[in-house]
């Protein structure tokens, strides 16, 4: 008998239907699940008991990954969310916001730390001292509770946006992907995995802020029935080449 063994790597790439097949990134994760439902009829007429009869059927097919590549379209995916890129770093004047000593007051925007931040009262007097008065963080500033600045006054922030792309989550409804996997088998001299997924439903997934190790995310997809294959012999869930 043959021995095959298999130690999986490769590319994992998906696509909306407009998108083309776009790269996941690096995932150290693929797992291919086919769960299945069993009716049994117990024999009902001798004490010892045992299996008269049992139908088995496919349930469903499920995919598992676990991916490392926090690129916003696959955030996106996990939160079914829709990304804005915004481009534009032109200078902010006078953005409104409110004071609270010992609280941290957000931006409109990401500020760029390397520029100039000015922190002024309404009309533009007086104008407040940075790092005592004010501490400027990325995503807006903190006023410290020894801060000259009085609660609940008007303030006006002068900064430099960065560039950034902008995640609405949970506005997108669950679409059909179809999924690549362009892989190889470490353990047989490389040799190709290729699967081609037609039809994948994502479920919703969370992922880690914080944290000392290299973040990864789940995700959790239902491959779906594609009724655009037929034929004898022709899967409706999905097919592999395997060299």
Known sequence: MTQKTYIGKG??????????????GNCSKL???????TKELFDYESAGGG????????SGVKLNITCHNFIVANLALATRGAVTAVTSVTAITDEALTSKKGAFLPTARLINTAESVTVTGSGGTPTYVANTDYIVKRGG???????????????????????DDTLQALVS???????????LNEADS???AFYDF???????SGFDL????????????????????????????FKARIG
């Open 210 to 237: 914080i944290g000392d190790d290299f973040a990864g995310f789940e995700l959790s997809a239902d491959v779906l029935k594609d009724d655009t294959k037929s034929g004898a012999g022709v899967s409706q869930y």
């Open 11 to 24: 590319s994992i790439y998906v696509d909306s239907g407009t998108s083309g097949l776009l790269p996941f």
């Open 51 to 58: 299996l008269v009869n049992s139908l088995s059927r496919i």
């Open 141 to 163: 500033i903190f006023i410290p509770a020894t801060s000259a600045i009085a609660d609940g006054v008007p303030l006006l922030v002068d900064y430099t946006p960065l560039a």
């Open 198 to 204: 037609y039809k994948c439903k994502f479920s919703p």
């Open 173 to 183: 409804a669950a679409a059909n992907y179809r999924l690549v996997f362009d892989g």
């Open 31 to 37: 797992t291919v699940l086919v769960e299945e439902e």
């Open 190 to 192: 490389g040799k190709p």
